[in-house]
């Protein structure tokens, strides 16, 4: 039998944590679970059940009507019983909370915070829950859809202009302006950051595609690679003659190294000798960005891949294009995200029309 995947591995990994979850919540959340697993990915029902979780206990420890009964055993009825005071107070509890499962240094409990995107996103995951419910006619009515959900104020889009993109990548290849202790690993990791950070910036690809790329995955002589995207779904996208340069070059030098087993296929290996993880390339990218561009903190993978996409739409004008390169099924999602793109569009459309008053035509004729 094949070895599995790293999409497998991963589906696997994942599929383990949401029964492991599903353990101490009520049926109800099982069989949501189930009902959405023919449509959704892993990583879409994990972040379900981690909301369900979050919820129950927020009610089981916070609600006083919720409190006498273990979670397991809370019914269908007891879903129902929930009111608009209860979501509205969730809403305020989410804004900081502890989690069981989160400690700080010291042992101490880490505090948990979330803001208008991720408060909104729980909310949905419990509008869902209760969806399904009131549709398969288990409860009467769907609660939540009285409870409003938190207006997102729209922030402006984070990322690195030409010359903090050149910087950045000169650090990658020399480390001159790292630390001492971050110049001893740069240079035994140089080539392969300088591939990395040179793929996200030439093809806009995210972290979790990176990671999961495969040596046979690239092929050189076309300037193209095989990605997994999001759902599963696979996808040829080519890259430009400076990334295929970067690859090839740690490609040569990857060849001399022996992953451990089960990491043979990884392209890009940790120090360890296993598949990099997304965590650690997002160090990555923080690292050489707070070089590059040091009052731009929040630098990551997916501020990289912005980058991309607004250079490209910029030399293109083509959003389309732009959709079908980062893989959004709608042009929609494109827009949301890069709307200030559109807009510079838009304002540009200002310097193509002109008009000529009777002052200005009787100036032009005796000038």
Do not use: W
Request: net charge neutral; with cysteine; charged share 30%.
């Amino acid at each position: 039998m094949a070895n599995p995947t790293y999409r497998e591995q991963v589906d696997a990994r994942r599929i383990l944590q949401i029964r492991e979850i599903l353990r101490d919540l009520p049926q109800a959340c099982r069989d949501f679970i189930s009902h959405i697993t023919v449509t959704t990915g892993t990583f879409t029902r994990l972040a379900y059940a981690i909301d369900m979780r979050t919820f129950f206990h927020f009610l089981h420890d916070e609600r006083v009507g919720f409190s006498d009964k273990k979670i397991t055993l809370y019914t269908d009825a007891d879903l129902a019983s929930v009111t608009v005071n209860d979501l509205s107070a969730y809403e305020e509890y989410l804004t900081y909370y502890f989690r069981d499962e989160d400690t700080a240094a010291g042992g101490l409990p880490k505090a948990t915070v979330n803001h208008e995107r991720a408060i909104k996103r729980k909310l949905c995951s419990i509008r869902s829950l209760y969806d399904f419910l009131f549709r398969a006619e288990r409860i009467p009515s769907n609660v939540t859809l009285l409870k409003p959900l938190p207006k997102i104020h729209e922030k402006p889009i984070l990322r690195l202009n030409a010359e903090e993109m050149r910087k950045m990548l000169t650090e990658a290849q020399n480390g001159e302006n790292l630390s001492q202790g971050q110049k001893r690993f740069q240079k035994i990791t140089a080539k392969r950051d300088f591939a990395i950070l040179s793929l996200f910036l030439g093809t806009g690809i995210r972290v979790s595609e990176c990671v999961g790329i495969n040596i046979q995955d690239i092929n050189l002589e076309e300037n193209a690679f095989l990605v997994t995207r999001k759902g599963g779904n696979q996808m040829i996208l080519y890259f430009p003659p400076e990334v295929a340069e970067a690859l090839a070059d740690y490609m040569a030098e990857r060849e001399e190294i022996t992953a451990l087993p089960g990491h043979e296929d990884a392209l890009f290996l940790s120090l360890q000798k296993r598949r990099i993880t997304q965590r650690a390339v997002e160090q990555l990218v923080k690292k050489y960005a707070a070089v590059a561009a040091p009052l731009k903190p929040k630098i990551s993978p997916h501020k990289l891949r912005s980058t991309y996409a607004t250079n490209l739409y910029q030399e293109t004008g083509d959003i389309y294009l732009v959709a079908d390169v980062l893989g959004h099924s709608s042009v929609d999602t494109t827009r949301k995200h890069y709307a200030d793109m559109t807009d510079a569009r838009r304002r540009s459309a200002a310097s193509f029309v002109h008009l000529e008053t009777e002052t200005k035509a009787e100036e032009d004729r005796h000038s």
